[in-house]
């Protein structure tokens, strides 16, 4: 589960830097070195899933003997994670195309990176008082 728990965080992270990513240059044309570290990030992303999806699926006797409160924390910040996944797949990030003119970025990554960090410490807390 800390495996899985990690992989989630590491593809939260490269999703929050895709989103930074797609603010550079001006206005709706991301230079193209930001576009190929978009590319290189995306293909991080699909590794960390994948990552995160079979390490569960082989701790998954380990996920059903866990207290109810880590299932529901853990739960919580897959989904999160897969539905920050598809958002940024329907705004087009992936492209370079996400992108907003006044977009908040010094708060959005400290708010981001600190909610992530945060479920990850709880999770992994959770998990070692059950061991």
Do not use: H, R
């Amino acid at each position: 589960m800390i495996k899985s728990s990690i992989g989630i965080t590491v593809s939260n992270i490269v999703m929050i830097w895709i989103v930074a990513l797609n603010s550079c240059g001006p206005g709706w044309e991301v230079p193209v070195a930001t576009m190929l570290l978009i590319t290189l990030l995306s293909f991080l992303l699909l590794m960390g899933l994948v990552f995160s999806a079979v390490t569960f699926v082989i701790s998954m006797k380990q996920y059903k003997a866990s207290s109810l409160l880590f299932k529901i924390l853990f739960s919580v910040f897959g989904f999160t994670c897969v539905s920050f996944a598809i958002f940024l797949l329907y705004v087009e990030a992936y492209t370079g195309q996400f992108w907003f003119e006044d977009f908040p970025s010094i708060p959005f990554l400290i708010i981001s990176c600190g909610i992530n960090v945060f479920f990850l410490i709880l999770i992994l807390a959770l998990q070692k008082s059950k061991s």
